[in-house]
């Protein structure tokens, strides 16, 4: 209990540590949404006119107080360029960006789990090998070109098996599921597999340090399970915390990862508001997505953290014992 | 191998030391045999590992095989959802349009960029008087207007009952009230129409507006957003919706992914009725992503088309590709008050040194050369590429005038928006060091442009996409970032303002960009010509300045058979 509190307390701590240094890092960004706004024929009584009905010629720290306040009211404020509230433009590239990470998540796990237990089972050396290469030549291809590829292969009108829908989002969003699903599993793919490489690595090293240990496997086996048995049925088991680690830093990650796959495929999602709203200096915008972020990642950590002494009771010993 | 072995002998050892223990049960004994029978069954080195293989295998086979049939599903009934949305003409009641720039907001009357004007005026917002393909002026709102002989009284006579899409009644003093408070409320251009004094309305068809002084401008700027009117009865959202009397309204738009426009039922007119019922502008910022739409027929149009990427739909049967004429320029523009450019031989340098060819072959060859301020669909045009032609050898004289040599050359940098791709900066570079010039590239995000170059007027060189028509004023007025401070030229500008026939201001603003030309503030690289391609079938989209005059009502797509 302890933990959880300790653990709560150090979340919280971080939120704040990230609102102010996000908005101190956006201050320094030359220009602002006034000039963007006003464009290449404005005089400077019209950008300053501007500046003002934004509320920018106020002082930092009182431009802070008036965000960080609506933070905790649970406003994110309202984006000086589009007019429509951060939530729901967060929430519009979310429904994009989270299933195409989620879905991307699963596509990894269904290849890199499976993969890495085979090539820690697999007694020859050759396919050891095989793997080993496998998992390093994976890793080492980019998103960008693993897209491509996927495009000129399954993308419709551009492939040589065109079935896929290869640009953008249905136009009604999610309200037409097989569509919206369709043009989202070419994008997934791109970035699963890299990813799933990714993960391959893990699962071999954790399961293979695990074996090497001796300890569980052996038993396991002595206890007459195959080594196939006891590798599966106590390896993983015991690999599992690191796995649900590995997992979770895989997710955080495709968050930014998949901003290259999203430009790519013309995707309406996180990555392209974000690139979108810093080059037109939207920073009311910019600095709530930015928080939005960072407050899911350390989320995503508090997660990864309480999921682990779920699946290892050892650990929570551990610490009560100290 | 070792290891391998050890497991192996570990298995057997379980089994010998069961086996010793002959005091076991008989269902010791029986699992003693299961597990030995299994031991046996799964040798590693012949059925164990090939299992796993085959399982994996089978899995991802099934899962390819579901994704591809529930995909060939859905595309089958797209397509025939597609093919069933057509008239029976076979015209299809859908375009969509791939456009490279979006507009972050619709708020036409305070947000800047001319991918606003492009999609909104004349399809959703209509103006007093509209601008053609032709950048003339044409009957709008207005369908006939007179000006008095001392050039400060215009009068306009309206269509008759025309009104919004809301179904309010557009009459004169809509027209009237929507040109004050443009006045009141400093929107967007406003000081385009600075010599407008007011407007007001005579009777319900009948606005006359009066001017402080003579503006040979007047009506150009009266086609974009000065003239454009509004309900004055209505409000709405301006940032993410648009009310105006136009053929279309907006039926949704983002920013990051399109806008749909839907015929507009109530429309007033029947010369700009829309042809088609549904048009969609996709925003597709990125290149190859443009590409892929419009060879996937995702739309049927792209403009702009990269020119170097156009060869493939050049040579396809199925597609049409045309260059238009526009009023973008490509200015790289020296700084006046900088202590090293204010030496003119520096400036003239950098304009002898360039070779505009080169620059423009290696964009694909549409482009066209530019040798001053005024872009050919402007009133003004004259060829000035000949005032300072391509000639290393005058450059590299003019330099050693200057002081400067390819061994003690003169630092300059130049600072331009990352929108415009790094190979112009390269160009330049590359162009410049025989001279006698080392150029330092800053490669800055375009509102980092804005900030420092545009609005401080902190730079050396710069580099900018000028989009607007009609902009010579940049050159008359010395608080631009230009800096350019020219006597003669103003009053010249002056004089072309106050001209009362076409041809008498044009003559003025010719003799004022010769000026400029030869005084050579600027370096005006090339004149960009827009491409686009479209899908065999499509009717009606201009081939000309379409970066700012899209005329939506007028475009078709027939798909063939």
Not at chain 2, 500 to 511: H, I, P, Q, R, V
Request: proline share 4%.
């Amino acid at each position: 209990m302890r933990f959880v509190v300790k653990r709560l307390l150090l979340f919280a701590a971080a939120l704040f540590g990230v609102s102010v240094l996000v908005f101190a890092a956006l201050r320094i960004l030359p220009g602002d949404v006034a000039v963007v706004m006003a464009g290449t024929n404005a005089t400077a009584s019209r950008v300053a006119a501007l500046r003002a009905e934004f509320g920018l010629d106020r002082p930092y720290v009182v431009q802070y107080l008036d965000w960080a306040g609506g933070l905790l009211h649970g406003d994110l404020g309202m984006s000086a360029l589009t007019g429509r509230p951060v939530a729901t433009q967060v929430g519009t590239r979310a429904a994009v960006t989270f299933p195409l990470i989620i879905l991307g998540l699963v596509i990894a796990l269904a290849i890199g789990l499976p993969l890495g237990c085979a090539a820690v089972i697999t007694r020859s050396p050759r396919l050891r090998g095989f793997f080993h290469v496998l998992a390093i030549a994976g890793g080492a291809v980019p998103a960008l070109w693993s897209g491509l590829l996927l495009l000129l292969l399954f993308g419709r009108g551009i492939g040589v098996l065109g079935v896929l829908p290869s640009q953008g989002f249905p136009t009604d969003g999610w309200s037409a599921p097989g569509r919206a699903f369709a043009s989202l599993i070419l994008p997934a793919l791109a970035t699963g597999i890299v990813a799933a490489a990714g993960i391959m690595r893990y699962t071999r090293a954790a399961l293979e340090d695990i074996a090497a240990d001796g300890g569980p496997v052996d038993m396991a086996m002595a206890c007459g399970m195959t080594r196939t048995q006891a590798l599966l049925g106590v390896g993983l088991r015991l690999a599992a915390p690191q796995l649900v680690s590995v997992a979770g830093l895989t997710f955080a990650s495709m968050i930014t990862g998949v901003m290259v796959v999203e430009n790519l495929f013309a995707l309406p999602g996180l990555g392209a508001l974000l690139v979108g709203d810093v080059g037109n200096r939207d920073l009311v915008a910019v600095q709530s997505e930015l928080f939005l972020l960072a407050a899911f990642f350390l989320t995503l950590g508090l997660a990864v953290d309480l999921a682990h002494r779920a699946l290892d009771p050892r650990l929570a010993d551990d610490k009560e014992d100290r | 191998m070792s290891q391998d072995n050890g497991a192996h002998g570990a298995a057997g050892a379980t089994n010998t030391t069961q086996k010793n223990e002959t005091t076991a049960a008989a269902n010791v004994a029986s699992t003693d045999a299961s597990l030995e029978g299994r031991a046996k069954s799964r040798n590693p080195k012949n059925g164990g590992k090939p299992k796993w293989w085959l399982w994996s295998l089978i899995a991802v086979i099934a899962v390819v095989a579901l994704v591809v049939g529930v995909n060939t599903y859905f595309t089958n009934r797209q397509n025939g959802t597609d093919g069933g949305a057509t008239v029976s003409g076979g015209q299809a009641d859908t375009v969509s349009i791939g456009l490279k720039l979006a507009p972050v907001n619709l708020d036409i009357r305070r947000q800047s960029g001319s991918a606003l004007e492009q999609i909104l005026i004349g399809n959703v917002y209509e103006s007093l008087v509209s601008r053609g393909s032709d950048n003339k002026v044409h009957p709008g709102l207005a369908k006939s207007w007179e000006v008095s002989k001392d050039g400060l009284t215009y009068t306009f006579h309206l269509n008759g009952k025309m009104n919004f899409s809301n179904g309010d009644t557009l009459d004169a003093e809509d027209v009237a009230w929507s040109i004050n408070e443009l006045k009141a409320k400093k929107y967007y251009n406003y000081d385009q129409v600075r010599n407008l004094d007011k407007a007001e309305a005579v009777d319900s068809q009948t606005v006359r507006l009066t001017l402080t002084a003579p503006d040979s401008n007047m009506l150009w700027y009266l086609t974009g957003r000065p003239g454009l009117v509004y309900d004055k009865d209505a409000t709405w959202d301006e940032k993410t919706g648009a009310l105006g009397s136009g053929p279309y309204t907006v039926e949704s738009f983002d920013p990051s992914d399109k806008i749909v426009f839907k015929a507009n039922p109530k429309y007033w007119g029947d010369e700009h009725k829309a042809k088609t019922g549904n048009v969609i502008v996709r925003f597709l910022p990125d290149d190859n992503a443009g590409i892929n739409a419009l060879k996937s027929g995702d739309v049927q149009v792209l403009s702009p088309i990269t020119a170097t990427l156009a060869g493939p739909f050049r040579k396809n049967p199925d597609y049409v590709v045309k260059s238009g004429d526009g009023s973008d320029k490509f200015v790289l523009a020296f700084n006046m008050t900088d202590a090293k450019l204010s030496d003119k031989r520096v400036r003239q340098t950098i304009r002898y040194a360039t070779d505009h060819e080169q620059i423009i072959a290696s964009r694909g060859g549409v482009d066209a050369e530019l040798g001053g301020p005024i872009p050919s669909v402007d009133p003004g045009y004259e060829d000035l590429t000949g005032v300072y032609p391509h000639d290393e050898a005058e450059a590299r004289q003019l330099m050693k005038e200057a002081g400067y040599s390819e061994s003690k050359p003169l630092q300059l940098t130049l600072t331009y928006a990352n929108v415009y791709g790094t190979e112009l900066g390269d160009q330049l570079k590359s162009q410049l060091k025989p001279i006698g010039i080392d150029l330092k590239i800053d490669y800055v995000e375009f509102s980092t442009w804005l900030q420092d170059v545009h609005t401080n007027g902190d730079y050396e060189l710069s580099l900018v996409d000028h989009a607007e028509s009609h902009d010579f004023y940049k050159w008359a007025t010395p608080d631009y970032y230009y800096h350019y401070d020219n006597k003669e030229v103003q009053a010249l500008y002056a004089k072309a303002l106050a001209a009362t026939t076409d041809e008498e201001a044009s003559k003025y603003l010719a003799e004022a960009a010769k000026i400029v030309s030869e005084d050579a503030p600027a370096d005006w690289l090339f004149s960009w010509r827009v491409t686009i391609a479209y899908a065999k079938g499509v009717e009606g989209f201009p081939q000309n300045l379409s970066q700012t005059v899209l005329p939506l009502w007028q475009v078709t797509y027939t798909p063939s058979k």
